[in-house]
């Protein structure tokens, strides 16, 4: 699976738009971008995919560029709820299973 | 659904004995996964399974390490003898084989040995 690249950290003012960037310049075309993320004592959470069109759901927006190496998630309105590390996980679908593996992820910030 | 649920929620030994962790995954889900997490390491993936077969156990750290699906609603995984070094917080997570399907996560079982 292709390796991801994501700022250490990000802060963001409430109710402000939170934009995660996510660097995945080896991935293949039958890779897809997932967001996960961790509120501080959980399990992780999914939030969204995507392959190659821009998608939106209750809870967020994915980007991803046109060459698909790179994408941003944007949170429209953070709340305090969102702080929490975001992962961004690039992961082929051929195998049938969906094996996950985590980096580093983003540590998002939202304060009042 | 309940979710995936796992026991203990905590869970302190001392250095030697033997833990098991535990860990019921969501209904009709045919695929497990049992994570790692340290401030060191991050979250590491130790084991998978599917359909009740270890599918890639290549995270496992070492022999005092197993892990076992005896049927589609449980799976252990177990450390004996435990190590200090084995503190961290353990989490299961299940999903649909196939496809597209979001992984859902226990609450996760905080390890600490003493």
Known sequence: ?112 | DAGVIQSPRHEVTEMGQEVTLRCKPISGHNSLFWYRQTMMRGLELLIYFNNNVPIDDSGMPEDRFSAKMPNASFSTLKIQPSEPRDSAVYFCASTKTGGFTEAFFGQGTRLTVV
């Not at chain 1, 994915?62 to 975001?86: C, F, G, M």
């Open chain 1, 1 to 112: 699976d292709a390796k991801t690249t994501q700022p250490t950290s990000m802060d963001c003012a409430e109710g402000r738009a939170a934009n995660l960037p996510c660097n995945h310049s080896t991935i293949s075309g039958n890779e897809y971008v997932y967001w996960y993320r961790q509120i501080h004592s959980q399990g992780p959470q999914y939030i969204i995919h995507g392959l190659k069109n821009n998608e939106t759901n209750e809870m967020a927006s994915l980007i991803i560029t046109e060459d698909r190496k790179s994408s941003t998630l944007i949170l429209p309105h953070a709340t305090l709820r969102d702080t929490a590390v975001y992962y961004c996980i690039v992961r082929s679908m051929n195998t049938g299973f969906q094996k996950l593996v985590f980096g580093t992820g983003t540590r998002l910030l939202v304060s009042p």
